[in-house]
């Protein structure tokens, strides 16, 4: 029972905890790397380093006045911010980690994902047109306008993946690159649009059109307050991670060490290469957000259905005629 | 065609620069300080709290002429002339609301005696609104703050106690209407 | 009008009889009190050496005029003494020939010998040194008055003479 | 008309008058410093140089002072090519300019500080020696300081020339020059006040408004009315921190102009007093206890009332007050609050107004008159502008003699020189000699009604058809005939008298004069002086009804209100005790404490002049509005808001009161006209009532409360207690306080009128209630009552300082004021055996101190009124018996050299004239 094997208590225990330890220090960490990125310290009054920065913010959110605005639908307004980080938990269910740690060893796996992750657009949406307020209206409906039309591509983007792993397991697909090489290779453009894609999900800068703060306050989430703007910040959170995570298990070869750089134990390798490529990923999400600028909704949209559309299209096309190709 | 890609690859190298730079930052220094740790050198002209100072005889400065309040774009402060026997004018009350305040500095340039100085320290912050509004003898300071020499009754005609008429700077003794010279 | 119950302020004098009798005199030649205002000052002058308050005071009940009015008159002209003189006063001309002509040096020669500045008086109460702006003999400067005698072409040792033949005659 | 060009801009200017006035009537900037509206040219300050050019051709021009020019039809000036000039001039005036505009009162209001930065002199060069003056103490009124002065003479000019004050002049020459007193002493005008705005620079300052100094900007302001005299002068008080800071003249063309007299200046500290009645009081019965109440009580014991208690109104309370209580008490309840005898006078006033065909002279028609008769009233000290305004009309004779010789009006000092002594005719006919004496053709000292027959003689040497009086001597018969000739012979004759002598035959016998003096279309000018504010308006309100306070203290009422009124200045003590004493309820509104609010069982705090807006009528029965200064403590309100039953609707506003007095006055329609509408508003926006540049506005409250309160609300429209709005320079009802670009002091005031010096561009603010009455000549019969006297025949004295209520309660008044006392003839006095530090008892009334005037006739006494210390009302017309007081002591308030009179000293007045 506490053994690593794919969906142990152990397993679920440990990686339940691991990524909401790392959604609340990721909260940190992104401050104090915009910081240096910015040439300040961010924050670093709390604890060492200012690490427990994030137990103070939950402290505060929580004891925050839970506030539910009179003009508010209640019960959609509640239920909202709840959506996002359980749909995203349960998005993690899938993701392989290393040799026998995981959750779910699930063979539609890539489906879940992004099944889930369709889920987390009625987080921003309800949230938003529960609040009752012409600003969340506004980000409510950019937010389910852009992660579902975003969610198109990326969809379409990582088939040529499935045809070239021959699986919707992501296990397979982590195999898969172990015996091809990386897919980011033979994917590029699949890899570009799903990065995209993947960001305009998760409504990270800089495509957070949905918060927008400087047209619409904080679009969805204006009126939230305390624990519950708590959750869709954490929610973010654990989105980020789920998009580090799963941009190297599909197109970095997952687990695996590159160039050979394996450590003895299969298990630790695999966690320690999984974690350092997850982490790469989240800096460079992070940079992204202090280096570029945030689009207009409509270039937005353009780009969406006029660029990654057609590319994403282009590259399942010609994946399948090679596919069919060298088949033959 | 060729031109529309062109430009799209350009603006994808651009993004990338963009990335690059940021990234480079991270290596940079820090520009801020760790305040309060690290206190941060204040400029004697910086426009924080407001003070009134006193003239080199360690008399008050204030004259309350008013110029200050009417100059005040936010109408913050407020103050009443008095005089004391001799026909000196000083401020019955001066009151600022520091809670209105925006440290511009109009003030300071208003006053013609140097009296309201607005000086480096900006710590402030109170916990109660009611404590922002400060009164005269919060603000007068027993010095003469960074103009060291002015002393305005030295300098006006106006006759207080100890300097008569004519004792000013560059003036002669009172004319003496009945006096036999021409 | 005046206020019943006078403060602090000096008290009229009784006029004498001669300047009575001169303002009497003068009052005859203008038909307003208040033209009369300024012989009236002369006269008092004339008999007193100077017009002080409690003159002045006495001439403004005298005529009827107001005090104030006087005073305007009193002050505007320099040959009104409002202030107490020596018995022989010295106008020395200090204008443009005299000047030209060292006027500056006869008076550094009266000040040291009687030890008095413009507008002071010897200790003794014998001379007035004063200032004046022309006495119209610009072509016998340097000049200057004693009393109601002009004296013309001065050196320092004439004004010795002068000021000794007055020590004698007065 | 003429057309000229002046900078290439062509003007149509009136060549007959100079063109620095006619610049500025273009509304030009041009500046000046000597030059007045009311005063003339002298051409002394060089600031109004302009380059004149001979012909076309003319390049070069030559400089001439605006204000001793006249324009030429066709002619070209330029105003630009002469700015160098004035630059140096004001550069060449400032050398000596002491370093101190911070601590001056004039800085910001400062006509020398406009002109410096209009003339483009913004740096001084000069760093030699300034010479320096020392300076006089002129009193409580005037502060001084002399090195600011810029030798203007406007000072002297105005003191001297045109108010005629005696104890004021220019001293000594070149910067010598010193203009001052002969010695340290309270200044003796009774406008000496105006010198602080004459001024323009800072020599003299308002010393009462000094001790609590706020800027011009800085103080909240209304146009008001005076309220401490009949003549109705137009005010524009200023407040600050919730206090009455000062008040500043506000011009109306028809009233005022441009000047007025001490009390009306500095007599406005009661508003602060610490006697003011600030909370509502109650108690049960007249002894007991008195305990605060809260507004709503107050109001509601006081409305209960309603139906069972007599109103009691008041001379100096609002047309809108009064109208108030007469709407809760009933017409019939109704009673005026003044003198039986007073009652009598005022109904003879609206009388004469009403049904004789006289022309009701305003004070601008007054100083337009060229023959004057006086007629028992001592107008210095019972409606001192008026007598500022007869100084005026005895000028004309100048302005005649310069016609004459073509020469133009505004040579203010040649038109002195040519006239040099020579006065209009003005003859005063007085019980004792009065400050006017010295610009009288002839004074006649006599008793009230002596006056009265002479006057009966004089209307019927005028009209043959008029009365006849017998029994005059030969001198009284050669009097009439002199002033019969020389009324006869003017142009704008005019008859000055009013209620204070107490002397009914004196009215009849003014009306008959100006009856008589009547031609064809023009009828003779007649001035009724009248007592208080309000007088005429309470008297219009009382609409014909008989209800004298005599008759309310007979009629027998458990209840009444008294409306801002002490009824022991009214009525004899003993009266008023039992009437107070057999009352149950007696409501008092008022201000300040008093007597009568002392018995009351509810005192209830009414707001003044200046907390209040309202509408009084004055001598003229021209009816005035004025508007609250500034919002009172909660507790005090308006009577008028006090009075109002709900009949007006829960918040009433003042102009429904206004028109339901408006039913009752004759004329009434024309008091709409008086404001522009309750809901006017200039671009949606109300008038401010604070300058824009009104500072402190965050602050002023914050040391109470730092969360700052709504602005203060005016239920009754127009203004705002705030800066909002579109300055009241739109309209000229609501015209407070002038200001206009580069013109910050009060000579802005030329960009608000016609022309520079003339009307209002809104016209003049007021509306007379009489017509004109166009009827044939009617008489009053010459009768004369005279009561047998037993021991001294009695007249009232009065003061401008202290015989009025309210303004005597003001701390700059009572320095110049005394307590009360009697005067009488030396004979007199010696007959008496009174030493010189002895009292003397007056019968009815408690022991005062004398003062030995020669020109009281022997056997008459005068009676100081409303002083503290006597009650004249307790006098009754038998004459009054006088006696040594035992054991005296003089009060403290005795204060003899605060008292100015012009006979001191001469050894017999009769008859005193001077040379014409």
Redo the contacts between chains.
């Keep these: 029972m506490f053994e690593f094997v794919v969906g142990s208590p152990l397993n679920i225990v440990l990686i339940l905890g691991a990524v909401l330890v790392a959604a609340a220090l990721l909260i940190w960490v992104e401050r104090r790397v915009l910081g240096f990125l910015n040439e300040r310290l961010g924050p670093n009054r709390v604890g060492p380093w200012g690490i427990a920065q994030s137990l103070a913010d939950v402290g505060k959110l929580i004891t925050k006045e839970d506030w539910v605005p009179p003009f508010a639908d209640k019960l959609p307004f509640i239920v909202a911010p709840i959506i996002v980080p359980v749909v995203m938990l349960l998005s993690f269910a899938v993701i392989p980690i290393a040799p026998g740690v995981g959750i779910m060893d699930l063979n539609i796996g890539l489906l879940w994902v992004l099944a889930m992750a369709g889920l987390g657009s009625y987080s921003a949406m309800l949230g938003g047109l529960a609040s009752n307020n012409k600003f969340s209206l506004l980000g409510g409906l950019r937010a389910a306008g852009q992660m579902i039309s975003y969610e198109v591509f990326m969809g379409i983007s990582i088939l040529g993946i499935v045809i070239l792993s021959d699986s919707f397991n992501l296990r397979e697909i982590v195999e898969a690159q172990h015996k091809h090489g990386w897919f980011v290779f033979p994917q590029f453009i699949g890899f570009i649009v799903f990065v995209i894609a993947g960001l305009a999900e998760t409504k990270r800068w800089p495509f957070d059109l949905a918060e927008g703060e400087s047209e619409i306050i904080s679009g969805f989430n204006t009126e939230y307050s305390g624990m519950k703007f708590g959750l869709f910040f954490v929610g973010e959170y654990i989105g980020m991670l789920l998009l580090s995570a799963l941009i190297p298990v599909l197109f970095f070869g997952g687990w695996y060490a590159p160039f050979g750089l394996e450590l003895p134990n299969a298990i630790i390798s695999g966690i320690f290469w999984m974690c350092a490529k997850t982490g790469c990923w989240i800096f460079f999400f992070i940079l992204v957000r202090a280096a570029l600028v945030r689009p207009r909704y409509d270039q937005l949209m353009n780009y969406g259905w006029l660029v990654m559309l057609p590319l994403s299209l282009l590259n399942l096309l010609v994946t399948g005629a090679v596919v069919l190709a060298q088949g033959n | 065609m060729i031109n529309f890609l062109c430009k799209q690859l350009y603006i994808i190298w651009s993004?990338l620069v963009?990335?690059w730079?940021?990234?480079t930052?991270?290596f940079?220094?820090?520009?801020?300080v760790?305040y309060p740790d690290q206190m941060p050198y204040m400029f004697p002209r910086w426009r924080g709290r407001i003070i009134l100072s006193r003239d080199p005889d360690g008399e008050e400065r204030c004259?309350?002429?008013?110029?200050c309040?009417?100059a005040?774009p936010?109408?913050?402060?407020?103050?009443?002339?008095?005089?004391d026997e001799n026909g000196r004018?000083y401020p019955e009350f001066f009151?600022?609301?520091f809670?209105?305040c925006i440290m511009c500095g109009f003030c300071e340039e208003a006053c013609?005696?140097h009296a309201i100085q607005l000086t480096p320290d900006f710590e402030m912050a109170e916990y109660v609104?009611?404590d922002?509004?400060w009164?005269k003898e919060d603000m007068l300071i027993s010095g003469t703050g960074k103009y060291h020499d002015y002393n305005?009754y030295k300098?006006?005609?106006?006759?207080i106690g100890g300097k008569g008429?004519?004792e000013?700077r560059?003036?002669?003794?009172?004319?003496?209407?009945?006096?036999?010279?021409? | 009008m005046s206020n019943l119950i006078a403060s602090t302020a000096p008290k009229a004098r009784q006029l004498t009889h001669e300047e009575i009798h001169d303002i009497e005199h003068e009052k005859t030649h203008y038909p307003y009190a208040q033209a009369v205002g300024l012989e009236a000052l002369k006269i008092v002058q004339k008999y007193q050496g100077w017009v002080s308050d409690e003159s002045l005071l006495a001439v403004a009940e005298y005529l009827k005029l107001p005090p104030d009015e006087l005073e305007g008159v009193a002050t505007f002209f320099n040959m009104i003494f409002r202030r107490p003189v020596g018995k022989h006063v010295i106008l020395l001309c200090d204008s443009v020939a005299c000047w030209m002509l060292g006027c500056d040096n006869l008076k550094a020669h009266i000040s040291s010998k009687l030890g008095i500045d413009y507008g002071q008086t010897t200790a003794d109460n014998q001379f007035t040194l004063i200032p004046v702006p022309c006495l119209g003999d610009c072509d016998k400067a340097p000049t200057m008055m004693v009393g109601d005698k002009t004296y013309r072409n001065l050196t320092p040792a004439r004004i010795d003479a002068i000021l000794a033949e007055c020590k004698a005659h007065g | 008309m003429a057309k000229i060009t002046v900078d290439g801009k062509v003007f149509e200017v009136d060549p007959n008058n100079n063109l620095l006035q006619e610049l500025l009537s273009h509304k030009q900037d041009l500046p000046y410093f000597c030059w007045h509206p009311s005063m003339g040219s002298v051409g002394s300050c060089r600031q109004c140089a302009v380059i004149e050019y001979a012909n076309d051709d003319d390049q070069r021009g030559r400089q001439v002072m605006a204000c001793m020019t006249s324009p030429r039809e066709g002619a070209r000036y330029s105003m630009d090519k002469a700015h160098q000039f004035r630059a140096q001039a004001i550069e060449s005036i400032m050398t000596s300019h002491p370093h101190d505009c911070p601590v001056c009162e004039e800085g910001g209001e400062c006509h020398l500080q406009d002109m410096t930065v209009m003339s483009g002199h913004t740096y001084r060069r000069y760093d030699g020696k300034k010479s320096t003056h020392n300076n006089q103490n002129l009193g409580p009124f005037i502060g001084h300081e002399m090195n600011r002065c810029i030798t203007c003479y406007r000072c002297v000019r105005y003191y001297k020339d045109y108010a005629g004050g005696t104890d004021f002049s220019v001293q000594a020459s070149h910067n010598h020059t010193y203009f001052g007193r002969f010695q340290d002493g309270s200044l003796e005008s009774e406008f000496s006040g105006n010198l602080a705005e004459v001024c323009p620079t800072g020599v003299f300052t308002d010393k009462v408004f000094s001790k609590v100094y706020s800027r011009k900007w800085d103080l909240q302001s209304s146009p008001s009315v005076c309220a401490a005299c009949g003549v109705g002068c137009n005010i524009n008080p200023g407040e600050r921190y919730g206090t009455l800071r000062r008040v500043v003249n506000r011009f109306n063309d028809e009233v005022n102009g441009y000047f007025l007299c001490d009390k009306g200046r500095f007599g406005t500290g009661y508003v602060n007093s610490a006697q003011r009645i600030s909370v509502n009081m109650s108690r049960s019965a007249h002894d007991a206890r008195p305990s605060e109440i809260t507004p709503v009580d107050a109001k509601a014991k006081l409305l209960a009332m309603k139906g069972n208690a007599i109103g009691i109104g008041s001379p100096r309370a609002s047309l809108e007050a009064n109208y108030a209580l007469r709407a809760l008490v009933g017409k019939d309840n109704f009673y005026a609050g003044v003198s039986d005898v007073e009652f009598g006078l005022l109904n003879q006033v609206i009388d004469i107004y009403q049904n004789r065909p006289v022309h009701i002279a305003s004070i601008k028609d007054i100083e337009k008159c060229d023959a004057i008769l006086v007629l028992g009233e001592d107008v210095t000290n019972t409606a001192a502008r008026i007598a500022l305004a007869l100084r005026q009309s005895v000028k004309n004779i100048g302005k005649e003699m310069a016609a004459r010789i073509k020469l133009p009006m505004w040579q203010d000092a040649a038109i002195r020189t040519l006239a040099m002594d020579k006065k209009s005719p003005l003859y005063i006919l007085s019980s004792h000699a009065t400050r006017l004496d010295d610009i009288a053709r002839q004074v006649h000292i006599g008793s009230a009604a002596d006056s009265a027959r002479i006057a009966f003689a004089v209307a019927h040497v005028l009209d043959s058809s008029a009365p006849a009086v017998t029994g005059l001597s030969d001198a009284e018969m050669a009097l009439v005939n002199s002033i019969a000739t020389d009324l006869k012979a003017a142009k704008h004759p005019l008859v000055v008298s009013g209620t204070s002598s107490l002397e009914p035959a004196l009215l009849n016998a003014a009306a008959n004069i100006a009856t008589a003096l009547g031609n064809g279309d023009q009828r003779g000018n007649l001035a009724l002086c009248v007592p208080e504010a309000n007088s005429l308006g309470l008297m219009l309100l009382m609409d014909g009804s008989q209800n004298s306070l005599g008759k309310a203290m007979q009629s027998g009422a458990r209840q009444a209100i008294v409306l801002e009124n002490d009824l022991y200045r009214r009525a004899p003590s003993a009266t008023v005790d039992s009437f107070l004493s057999g009352l149950q309820q007696l409501a008092v509104l008022d201000h300040l404490q008093h007597r009568t609010g002392e018995a009351a069982n509810l005192v209830l705090a009414s707001g003044t002049f200046a907390e209040t807006t309202g509408t009084f009528v004055n001598y003229e029965g021209r009816a005035q509005h004025f508007y609250a200064t500034f919002k009172p403590v909660a507790a005090i309100q308006s009577s008028a808001k006090w009075l109002c039953d709900s009949e007006f609707g829960n918040e009433p506003r003042i102009h429904i009161l206004t028109g339901g007095a408006a039913a009752i006055l004759p004329n009434g329609y024309k008091l709409q006209k008086l404001t522009p509408g309750a809901d006017w508003t200039f671009a949606g926006q109300r008038a401010p009532r604070q300058h824009h540049r009104y500072s402190g506005r965050t602050v002023m409250r914050a040391h109470l409360n730092v969360h700052e309160p709504k602005q203060e609300q005016d239920e009754d429209g127009l203004m705002n207690y705030s800066m909002e709005g579109v300055p009241a320079t739109k309209d000229a009802t609501i015209f407070n306080s002038p200001w206009a670009p580069g013109w910050n002091s009060n000579q802005s005031l030329f960009k608000f009128q016609k022309s520079a010096g003339g009307e209002l561009k809104q016209g003049s603010h007021g509306e007379r209630l009489f017509d004109e009455n166009t009827g044939a000549k009617a008489w009053y019969a010459a009768v004369v009552q005279q009561a047998a006297i037993s021991g001294f025949a009695q007249f009232p004295i009065y003061h401008l300082f202290g015989s009025e209520e309210l303004t005597a309660q003001s701390e700059a008044i009572q320095a110049k004021a005394t307590g009360a006392y009697v005067a009488l003839n030396p004979a007199d006095v010696a007959r008496l055996g009174l030493g010189a530090s002895d009292g003397v008892q007056v019968q009815h009334n408690g022991a005062v101190p004398y003062l030995a005037r020669a020109s009281i006739t022997p056997g008459t006494v005068g009676i100081s009124v409303g002083l503290h210390g006597l009650n004249y009302q307790n006098m009754t017309t038998a004459g009054v018996s006088l006696n040594k007081a035992a054991n005296w002591q003089n009060p403290k308030d005795w204060r003899a050299s605060n008292i100015i009179v012009s006979d001191a000293g001469s050894s017999s007045a009769y008859g005193r004239g001077t040379q014409g």
Excluded: Y
């Design positions: 993004q963009t990335l730079l940021v990234f930052h991270i940079k220094k820090a520009d801020t760790e004259v309350a002429c008013n110029l309040a009417v005040c936010v109408d913050c402060i407020a103050l009443q002339k008095t005089e004018w009151r600022i609301n809670s209105r013609p005696t609104r009611q922002m509004v009164e305005f300098i006006a005609g106006k006759a008429k004519g000013a560059n003036e002669l003794p009172p004319i003496d209407r009945r006096s036999l010279l021409p």
